[in-house]
């Protein structure tokens, strides 16, 4: 008698050496008695196991009552997957898994050298996991032969059909015997997912386990209000202040990715990238640094968001408020998994709180309002977690002993100790200064509240009294506008917004001011070249601008008046492009020839005889 009594026996070891103590609810619903031959429709939350529950759900059909797989020269099973990441974490969950039946397992995903791929096929695979695209590929060249499938698995089906592989998806289940199981597992069962399962499924048994739990119980949420122009500083005093172990960071674009990779790595963050223009390789090796504790932080696009699994990720930052419940939620879902507990971070500008209150009230999920760590706040704690630390787990060895009695006889325990501190914050970037903002709580009538100890004090424009001029390369000519001009020097600037002053464009250059207090930070950014953003570049001036030289006058110049054509130069002009006559002449206007020919015969016009509308008999 097994601890998983409904678990096949061949694979109840292995869960038993993984250490499960007892199956999640999607895994103990598709292993109860009578679900061994029917097809299966799922629904479960990220997170839940799914993986290893439609590997508990495909023993009967593969092993039968068998301890260990037959050879086969052909495939038994497929299993789909939207991504190439979850398509490789199938494989990886489905290893250990079928370890102890001696399953040969085969991956066929974009991305990767189909050679390769075409030569583990036909060492024989009992199990096959791909993408849609590259299935088809194998199917139609004959180097994935689907004579003998047994079982097709859709994993995360509403996705795939999201990113339009309904057609992939159907020539890969019409090509498996029409005998085969057929198992969905999927997020929500929309009509897409209604219409896949009457075309290709056969009374399928609905098993929803979504509602069952609280939708990610073990994620605290919290949303942060900030500064437009502070978002970037928010992330970084986030990761500070949280010191996860491994965290994400989630935008909306790869520019976005690849502006935060290059800003945190020379802030000293230890960072790897994964966007979709990165190639298999380049992005197994992030996650692979990752895993290994090489890197520390992730920034990536949504294509992360799914399949992506990290057994230390404690953090998971969305740079950028998700698009929709779905989104969110799996994202967040990152963190959180297998019991233990992870943190989920908003970042929320003052113009997406209405967005983030809805995404967070479709998806169902409580989230704490705040403002972001400031400097102050992530220098306590990471006091806090210096002072947690000194406790020694081990005796002080002799060798040990000797150096420390050294080091007390060569100087003050005073001493020793600021060098520690200083040691241990030498490889610590130091926290940003944050613009004040105001709490937000959704709960409160009045909407904002005030921050204690972080509000902005107003300034007067007497700070530019002695403001510094700088000189951009730019002007109208290049379409040069304050209003991203503006957020430009704030970024890669090192600027606060009540640090510039007045703006000043011509036709090729822009006339900055900066205040006394931001003039030194402004300098160091943009380095000895004044480089701000590719060829954008900056330079001091002694004093203030003349604006009333000619070079910085805007440019005047008269109306071209042939872009403005009037009436009468706009019926000449198509007047001049009708095609010539016989004669050489352009012909006339149609309408004034006949006008003239009746006037000159002296016909009358016909008239239009009106008709009177007879009198009702009184």
Known sequence: MTEFPNVHPALAGAIAARGYKSLTPVQTAVTEPGLETVDLLVSAQTGSGKTVAFGLALAPTLLGDDLAMAPAESPLAIAIAPT???????????????????????TCVGGMDMRDERRALARGAHIVVGTPGRLCDHIKRGSLVTDDIRAVVLDEADEMLKMGFREELGLILDSAPEEHRSLMFSATVSKSIARLTQQFQQNAKRINTVSEAPQHIDITYRALSVNKNDQENAIVNVLQYYDAKNAIVFADTRIAVNRMTQRFHNRGFSVVTLSGELSQKERSHAIQAMRDGRARVCIATDVAARGLDLPDLELVIHASIPKNREALLHRSGRTGRAGRKGVSVLIVPHNGRRKAERILRDANVTAQWDVPPSAADVIAKDNERLLGSLMLEDEVTEEERDIVVQLLKASTPETIATLFLRNYRAGRAAPEELLGVSNYDPSNDGGYQPSSGRERKGRGRNDFEDGVWFSLNLGRKQKAEPRWILPMLCKSGGLKKGQIGSIKISETRTFIEIAPDGVDSFIENIGPDGKIEKAITASRLEGMPDFSAPENKPEFKPRDKSKYPSKKRDRERKRSQRPKGKDGHKPKDRGNVKRKAEKSS?????????????????
Request: hydrophobic share 30%; glycine share 4%.
């Open 84 to 106: 190439r990441e979850l398509a490789l974490q199938v494989k990886k969950e489905l290893e250990w898994l079928y370890k102890p039946a001696g399953a040969k397992l085969a």
């Open 602 to 618: 002296g016909k009358p016009k016909k008239s239009v005889k009106k008709l009177k509308r007879k009198k009702r008999p009184s």
